[in-house]
């Protein structure tokens, strides 16, 4: 392949303080270059071959396909759960009555990407699920905070929740925690760092002054969720996201 350039030639200088341009002349001068792609793919190969590979490895089974929709999932389901499970056995620090009788967990449907196929599950179809690099995030909302979070839900016709049951109209909207009424109190939130810093409008998690970012990727959390499981089983619908408009 040939590239040209340009190259410019005579200027005069006049006095010490200032130039000026006597003539100009310009002159097309071929430079050949050449590219063997052949090089570079013999660098990548044995990457893209150990990639394809980790990608490839089944860590679990599906029982049916999981997909996503509102207000409740078989996928949200799965998501929500798979968090809580790893979420309930942190220790952030300074949230010492965090316990599971005040906790969920709480997601978006618009970061779960893709459904899970009936089949093995893939390193790769987790990848595909969850694609970004978030990180578990526990929130303490207070009981403002809570009331935010219920009107949320209801006008946004639920997301994907874990530990507790909500019943959302537009003149009530209670919430059921161990199958415990829970009354308006505080409330620990187990989330996506992305979500506690107002993602998906969740400004309620974005006003809390008490949170922690555990460092820990929900990814990974998928990952070894499905590896300890070894089949995930459908879930369904068991009916903790009910909504009357």
């Known amino acids: 392949m040939k590239q040209f350039c340009a190259i410019a030639l005579v200027f005069i200088l006049v006095g010490c303080s200032h130039s000026t341009y006597e003539s100009y002349t310009a002159e097309n001068v071929g430079l050949d ?4 792609s052949n090089d570079l793919e013999s660098i990548i190969a044995p990457y893209r071959s150990e990639v394809d590979a980790q ?3 089944v860590i679990g089974v599906c029982d049916s396909t999981l997909i996503k929709y509102a207000p409740e999932s078989p996928l949200g389901n799965f998501a929500a759960d798979a968090i809580f499970e790893k979420g309930i ?4 620090p300074g949230f010492n009555d965090f316990k599971v009788n005040n906790s969920i967990a709480l997601l978006n449907f618009g970061g779960l990407r893709a459904p899970i196929n009936q089949g093995d599950i893939t390193i790769g179809n987790v990848f595909e699920f969850m694609p970004f690099d978030n990180t578990i995030t526990i929130v303490k ?7 935010a979070l219920l009107d949320y839900l209801y006008l946004m ?21 161990e199958n415990l009424p829970k009354e308006k ?5 187990i989330t996506s ?10 400004n309620f998690l974005k006003d809390a002054t008490e949170k922690w970012d555990s460092g820990i990727l929900m990814r990974d959390v998928f990952i070894e969720y499905i590896k300890e499981k070894g089949v995930i089983k459908n879930v369904g619908i068991d009916r903790r996201m009910k909504i009357s408009k």
Do not use: C, I, R
């Not at 270059?33 to 063997?36: A, Q, V």
């Not at 056995?89 to 952030?92: G, S």
């Not at 997301?159 to 909207?173: C, E, H, I, R």
């Open 33 to 36: 270059s050449t590219y063997n």
């Open 55 to 57: 990608m490839s490895a």
């Open 89 to 92: 056995t942190l220790a952030p």
């Open 141 to 147: 909302l207070d009981l403002d905070g809570v009331d």
């Open 157 to 177: 016709n639920g997301q994907p929740v874990s530990n507790a049951t909500f019943d959302l109209g537009a003149d009530y909207k209670n919430f059921t925690l």
């Open 185 to 189: 109190t505080e409330l620990y939130v």
């Open 193 to 202: 760092n992305y979500l506690a810093s107002g993602g998906d409008k969740m």
